[in-house]
Nanobody, 126 residues
Framework: VQLQASGGGLVQSGGSLRLSCTASGFRLDDYVIGWFRQAPGKEREGVSCISDSDESTYYADSVKGRFTISRDNAENTVYLQLSSLKPEDTAVYYC????????????????????RGQGTLVTVSS
């Protein structure tokens, strides 16, 4: 069983990236999937979550309107489209799979993850 985030990189302020969360050994659509990030010297932050049941989506206020989370169940992948990036978005981003009971508090519950992948670094230059 493995969960992996990819797609990070160096981008200029205002640019875009698409992160991918892929899994082996289990189906992502059986879980709530959350994206979290942690910048150096800062607390871990919930960025976005997508429900397993009705694909409801949740966003942190800091990224609302700029980031979009989505699923491709055929590819067993969850994406996070990052747009209008700002230097303060610089962080290691990782994805995690949570049971449905955590869906409404997903952004605040990274420690409830059933599976957590290694992160991918996003660096936004000014």
């Amino acid at each position: 069983v493995q969960l992996q985030a990819s797609g990070g990189g160096l981008v200029q302020s205002g640019g875009s990236l698409r992160l991918s969360c892929t899994a082996s050994g289990f189906r992502l659509d059986d879980y709530v999937i959350g994206w979290f990030r942690q910048a150096p010297g800062k607390e871990r932050e919930g960025v976005s979550c997508i429900s397993d049941s009705d694909e409801s989506t949740y966003y942190a206020d800091s990224v609302k309107g700029r980031f979009t989370i989505s699923r491709d169940n055929a590819e067993n992948t969850v994406y996070l489209q990052l747009s209008s990036l700002k230097p303060e978005d610089t962080a290691v981003y990782y994805c995690a799979a949570l049971y449905h009971r955590w869906v409404r508090v997903c952004l605040a519950a990274p420690n409830r993850a059933r599976y957590r992948g290694q992160g991918t670094l996003v660096t936004v230059s000014s």
